[in-house]
């Protein structure tokens, strides 16, 4: 057993999916339902499903990809957008109103990491967290993530200090304004990354780029 969790990921999706098919005839494709209700409905009856206990993953970039390309398939069918019509993710999340994936588990991650660290030194799941080995030899090559690698990866995301993190978590309050701010900085990043990369494809239309309610990589 290698604690891989790329299993539990394919039965989120699958979760997901089942979820989405079942109110495909009752609400997705019913015109006379606002596109507001519908992404309202998808937050409270589809993300869930994807995003059940992923606060506790150990995330790898590939897991997150997946999971954003499912919410990104669900929300394109449910606008009617197909690829031919040449509209960017960024776009699909700016009509639905709705963070993506990578923000989600970012903040969600980030909240449960501070509750963990506020935890009294004996419970388990924060004994789990700093717990480290004292048998056996590592591996060559890239060492497998541990959760608190995935922590680190966020905060970096998230322009916050690695070194005092666990100390503004103990806050309960300001960890909760640290978790929005770090929310709005992934979306914030991901934006700049579509920018940076709309400039590579268009070299020579670079006075013209796209507004910012349409940033997201394709």
């Not at 701010?181 to 070299?203: C, F, N, S």
Request: charged content about 30%; glycine content about 6%.
């Amino acid at each position: 057993m290698d604690n891989s969790i790329d299993l539990e990921i394919t039965r989120r999706i699958q979760s997901a999916t089942s979820a989405f098919g079942s109110l495909e005839k009752r609400v997705w494709s019913q015109r006379g339902i606002r596109l507001a209700t519908k992404c309202k409905l998808y937050r409270v009856f589809v993300l869930p499903c994807l995003l059940y206990s992923t606060e506790t993953y150990t995330l790898y970039r590939r897991h997150i990809k997946k999971l954003t390309s499912i919410q990104l398939r669900h929300l394109r069918c449910i606008m009617g957008i197909t690829w031919q019509d040449r509209v960017s993710n960024g776009e699909v999340l700016q009509r639905a109103k709705m963070e993506s994936v990578e923000a989600i588990l970012v903040k969600s991650q980030m909240r449960w990491a501070g509750h963990v660290v506020r935890m009294p030194d004996e419970r388990l799941p924060k004994a789990v967290m700093y717990a480290e080995l004292t048998v056996g030899k590592r591996k060559r090559g890239g060492q497998k993530l541990r959760y608190r690698d995935v922590v680190k990866r966020h905060l970096k995301t998230a322009d916050m200090d690695v070194d005092t993190w666990e100390t503004k978590a103990s806050d309960r309050v300001n960890w909760r304004k640290k978790i929005h701010d770090a929310g709005k900085t992934v979306e914030r990043k991901r934006k700049e990354k579509y920018l940076e990369g709309w400039r590579k494809r268009h070299p020579s239309t670079s006075t013209t780029v796209p507004s910012s309610n349409s940033m997201g990589s394709r």
